[in-house]
């Protein structure tokens, strides 16, 4: 007959007393910093910032002929004086085209050429890259002369076309650099895969490639926009009829050597911020991604 052995009995395990535990630090090194020596830089900057704007609100808003830091009563005069009679609506649909026009053809003629640099070796590739990089060191000045030249030769004086291709033209090089840095960054080990599977080199380019692109193509395309919404200098030279100036020759056209309107110059100076203001709001968290990735690789 078998017997039961007893199970042995355990010591009970000596209760510790916990150790206290020590204050975990949340805070970072950067915010040991005093509060006050982040905000009072951030504040005096603001300030310096925001004067130029209320100053221009103030001239646009107040009437004309006062001399009131506030602008009460508000009035819209000033805008609908430059809208109307000053023709800035015309200016608006202008600058409108000729940005719009140059966005399209600097993102697209900066893709094909900042893949060619990124995914192809030939022998002037270096010599190519030095030309662009020096190319902005060129002031846009320097162009009028040829351009005018060229654009006399093809009669497209007095044509937005040939504003559109003189701001093209001007934009590329740094477009391309751009590019071609920011498809580096993408394996090229994802198009090798696509090829594997059927694809051609458009094919893969096309699905793989530019869905990838899209924080670069809004930071050049950006760039390219607000750079030719803003110039004066190619409008000026190659447009002479008043119908087909944009917006920045419309604000110079309010200025006199007699008299300015100050009113009215500053309406139009909100008139054309507004719509480079507007689109940096909306492109904001993209523009940055875009501009850092390509100035990561070289």
Not at 43 to 51: A, E, G, P
Not at 115 to 122: G, I, K, P, T
Not at 214 to 221: F, K, Q, T
Not at 291 to 296: K, L, M, N, R, T
Request: charged content about 15%; hydrophobic content about 50%; aromatic content about 14%.
């Amino acid at each position: 007959m078998s017997t039961i052995k007893e199970a042995p009995v355990l010591p009970t395990p000596r209760r510790t007393r916990p150790e206290p535990q020590r204050p975990v630090n949340k805070h970072r090194n950067w915010d040991e910093v005093p509060r006050w020596q982040i905000y009072l830089p951030l504040s005096i900057y603001l300030v310096f910032t925001l004067i130029p704007f209320y100053w221009i609100l103030l001239f646009a808003l107040r009437p004309a002929g006062s001399t009131s830091l506030v602008p009460w009563p508000i009035t819209f005069d000033h805008f609908q004086k430059v809208w109307t009679e000053r023709e800035f609506g015309t200016y608006f649909q202008n600058s409108v085209l000729v940005g719009l026009a140059t966005l399209v053809l600097t993102t697209i003629v900066a893709l094909a050429g900042g893949y060619a640099l990124a995914r192809f070796d030939f022998k002037v590739k270096r010599g190519f890259m030095l030309a662009l990089l020096c190319s902005q060191f060129v002031p846009g000045a320097l162009l009028l002369v040829p351009l005018f030249e060229i654009f006399a030769e093809l009669q497209m004086i007095n044509s937005l076309g040939s504003v559109i291709l003189a701001e093209t033209v001007f934009q590329l090089p740094l477009s391309m650099i751009l590019i071609s840095n920011f498809i580096k960054n993408v394996p090229y080990s994802l198009e090798e895969a696509a090829w594997v599977d059927g694809c051609n080199r458009f094919t893969a380019f096309r699905v793989i490639v530019l869905p990838l692109l899209r924080p670069g193509l809004i930071a050049v395309g950006s760039f390219a926009f607000v750079h030719s919404w803003n110039h004066f200098l190619f409008a000026l030279m190659f447009l002479n009829n008043q119908a087909k100036q944009t917006i920045p020759v419309g604000l110079n056209t309010l200025m006199s050597s007699d008299s300015v309107d100050l009113g009215a110059l500053a309406a139009g100076g909100i008139i054309a911020a507004v719509p480079v203001v507007l689109v940096f709001a909306f492109i904001q968290k993209w523009l940055i991604t875009g501009f850092s990735a390509g100035a990561v690789k070289g």
